[in-house]
């Protein structure tokens, strides 16, 4: 899948400022969600994804925001870090939903903007066409 490929390059050119010890975690969530999984997610709401894409797409994500936070966990002080963390922590930190559910709403935000076109447009036209032998 070209995306996930995609996807992956902008998140090594961004990794400078992925992992620096500075930024917050919101902010590195920020920059990711703006740059990387926007490259990831392009076209999606429009798109057929088979199940295969989706399980790519989140555990590329998954990666991701390990590596992020490995970065952010390591600059910690070491006490009481020795418990495994999951991803779902991980992505409550950052503040961030699963990409599935991203790519899901991105398709109801589509679907919304279609349904309330107004009448007269070419959009609303053909959703109202009558087709011979089409039983709805």
């Given at each position: 899948?070209?995306?996930v490929s ?89 503040g961030l ?37 089409w039983a709805?």
């Open positions: 899948m070209a995306k995609s996807g992956y390059r902008k998140f090594k050119e961004l990794l400078p400022h992925l992992i620096l010890r500075g930024p917050s975690l919101r902010a590195r969530e920020s920059l990711y969600a703006a740059c990387v999984r926007n490259v990831m997610l392009y076209g999606r709401e429009n798109r057929a994804v088979k199940e295969e894409d989706i399980r790519r797409l989140i555990s590329t994500e998954m990666t991701m925001i390990t590596w992020m936070c490995t970065a952010f966990l390591n600059a910690r002080p070491r006490e009481g870090r020795e418990a495994k963390i999951g991803i779902e922590e991980l992505r409550g930190w950052m939903e699963c990409i599935d559910v991203v790519m899901r709403m991105g398709r109801l935000t589509l679907f919304e903007d279609v349904r309330n076109m107004e009448t007269g447009n070419c959009v609303w036209e053909v959703r109202s066409m009558n087709v011979k032998g709805a």
